[in-house]
Each structure stands twice: as C-alpha cells, then as structure tokens.
C-alpha cells in the first residue's frame, strides 16, 4: 500500500506469433545448432548430380540387298525426249542471245552515242525515182537538221574511216555522184563524196557512229527495208551485199565501218559481186 492504495504491477510479456518467423527468428539464439532445431526445414538440401542422358543409338547404313532394275524401254524414251527438249530450250535461249547481239552489233547503239532512225517523211527534195541519182544538194540544208547532222567548215578527224558504194540496176554499174555532202563549196557535212570513185567519207569531229541510212538521207534518195529510190519490193527485188555477204537486216541501219564494200543489186545480177575495194592509203 502506498498512500493508502494499492499499487498494481502490470507485467508486459512479449509473445511471439508461431506463423510470424521473423519475430521468431529475432528471439531465437544465434548459433546455428539451436536454429537447426527449432527450424528443421531450413536446413540446406544436398545438391542432387545429374544422370547424364544415356547415348542415342545410331542406326547404321544398311545395304540394299536387292539390285537396281534396268530401265525399261519406255522409260529410256522418256529420259532422251526429255533430255533432247531441255537441250532444244537452252539452243533457243542461246539463239535468241546471239540474234539480239548481232542485231545490237550491227544496228545504232555505241558507247559513243549513235544515229536516230531516219524519218525519210522530213527530208525535204528526196529522190523516189529511177537510177541515175543527182548529189541531191539543191535541199541538203533543209535536211541537215533531222539528219542531226551539221555544216562543217572542215573535216572532222576524231571520226575518219571510209566505205565503197556499188550499185547495179539489172546488171549495169550505176556511178555514185561526186560532192554528195559537200555544198557549193560553203560547207560539207560528216558524210560526203570527193569524186565518182564511190568511196563513201566518215569524217566527224565527234565521236559517234553513222549508217547507211544517213548518207542516203545526205544524197537525198530514199532508202528504207522496202524501197531504194523508185525500186520497191515486191514489184522489184533487191539485196544488199556487205563484204560480199546478203545483209538480211534494214539496209539503212547499217552501221558504217572501215573499209566496208556496200553492193546494192537491184533487179537482174552482175556478174559477180564485189567482196572488197583497194582504198589504197585511205
């Protein structure tokens, strides 16, 4: 008693949860044989070895007893047509690779740039009539321009090569006239004759190609797959000769090279065709 009452004494006990493990583990002793006791599952576990996986089994190659059958006979036929159209197939892509390279070769296409086709419907004074042929300069300016050709002062030498022109009408040699290109002394174009010899001139300051079908447009006589002035097939047959050799493409799409001989038979053959002309130091 004090002061005439009665103290009471409150004891405060602390008791931890069962389910609360960190409570307990903050009371539990430290040393590691006492937690083992009181926790028996947070013991370490062992650490199991691994079983290594037995080895796969490998068949092994088994020979084939029984022999291979021959070929019957119509499988045989079978394998040789198939075989023989695979090889027509590959003759056909072949042909059609070298029919469009000897057709690149020979028509306007250079790495140095070349000719447009000739629009024959421009060419102002064109000839359509029967051999002989005048030099055509009364209109050559006029046609100058969608020849895309040019008037020169003098002649080119980047660009120097010459050609021979023969043409025959039923048998008899037809001369190709003199100062084809060349105007009344004033100027001359890429393309152009000095005398009655029929030697063709390439002479540019430019690097291209030419073709036939230019110097026929600077003559001023029309030249096309059909017609060569006023000879036109059917009505008249005709061929073209290169080197001695049928030129079966346009005769206007030739590409004009050194020391080419041009033949254009019209109607009745002479009696040979020329395969080549002495240009002597051209």
């Given amino acids: 008693m004090r002061n005439g009452r009665q ?3 409150i004891r405060t006990t602390f008791r931890p949860s069962g389910s609360d493990s960190t409570t307990l583990l903050l009371v539990l002793p430290t040393c590691q044989g006492a937690l083992n006791l009181l926790l028996p599952w947070a013991r370490p576990l062992a650490k199991k070895s691994r079983t290594p996986a037995p080895p796969r089994k490998v068949q092994a ?9 021959p070929r019957t006979s119509e499988e045989r036929r079978t394998l040789w047509v198939s075989v023989a159209f695979a090889a ?19 028509g306007k296409s250079s790495a140095g740039g070349g000719p447009k086709p000739v629009n024959e419907g421009k060419l ?20 100058l321009k969608p020849l895309g050709l040019s008037a020169l002062g003098a002649e080119g030498e980047v660009v120097h090569i010459h050609q021979h022109l023969d ?3 039923n048998g008899k040699h037809e001369t190709v006239p003199a100062l084809i ?26 690097k291209r190609t030419f073709d036939l079908g230019e110097f026929f447009g600077v003559w ?24 001695g050799a049928a030129y079966p493409g346009d005769p206007s799409a030739l590409v004009l090279k050194r020391h080419q001989e041009i033949a254009i038979v019209i109607g009745k053959r002479p009696k040979s065709i020329p395969v080549s002309y002495n240009f002597g130091g051209l």
């Avoid at 027509?88 to 020979?106: D, K, W």
């Avoid at 006589?221 to 059917?234: S, T």
């Fill in 7 to 9: 103290k009471r004494q």
């Fill in 61 to 69: 190659p088994q020979r084939r007893a029984d022999r291979r059958q």
């Fill in 88 to 106: 027509s197939g590959i003759a056909a892509i072949g042909l059609v690779v070298l029919v469009f390279a000897l057709t690149n070769h020979n």
């Fill in 124 to 143: 102002v004074g064109l000839q359509t009539g029967p051999a002989p042929w005048n030099p055509g300069l009364t209109n050559l300016p006029d046609r």
């Fill in 167 to 169: 043409i025959f009408v």
């Fill in 181 to 206: 290109g060349i105007y009344d002394g004033q100027f001359l174009t890429q393309l152009h004759t000095h005398d009655k010899s029929g030697i063709m001139h390439v002479e540019s300051p430019t």
């Fill in 220 to 243: 001023g006589v029309r030249l096309n797959d059909k017609c060569v002035g006023g000879y036109c097939k059917p009505k008249v047959p005709w061929t073209m000769y290169v080197n």
